[in-house]
Nanobody, 115 residues
Framework: QVQFVESGGGLVQPGGSLRLSCAAS????????MSWYRQAPGKERELVAG????????NYADSIKGRFLISRDNSKNTVYLQMNSLKLEDTAVYYC????????WGQGTLVTVSE
């Protein structure tokens, strides 16, 4: 059974940082390109970052480019998202999944950026 457990969210002021983690299980993690997605209140879920199988190739949405860094540890079946210089508009529930969103979604982790 595929499972994603996202963690690391919280309340942070603009300009602050958070590091999200997503522990995956139930599939061959090291064979999948992984991505982080987010869904802001009242909006559709969007792709924000992706990382290749080995981790050598990453890509980012323009809205977070230069501020967020995606990484992975295949030995731990975990993908990370380092978020720096957070903005109010980064407030959302953050999820991980494969690049094709192949698997059922986890519960996500809520990031709230507020004064």
């Amino acid at each position: 059974q595929v499972q994603f457990v996202e963690s690391g969210g919280g309340l942070v002021q603009p300009g602050g940082s958070l590091r999200l983690s997503c522990a995956a299980s139930g599939f061959r993690f090291s064979s999948y390109t992984m991505s982080w997605y987010r869904q802001a209140p009242g909006k559709e879920r969007e792709l924000v970052a992706g990382i290749s199988v080995i981790g050598g190739i990453t890509n980012y949405a323009d809205s977070i480019k230069g501020r967020f860094l995606i990484s992975r540890d295949n030995s731990k079946n975990t993908v990370y998202l380092q978020m720096n210089s957070l903005k109010l508009e980064d407030t959302a529930v953050y999820y991980c999944n494969s690049r094709q969103a192949t698997f059922p979604w986890g519960q996500g982790t809520l990031v709230t950026v507020s004064e």
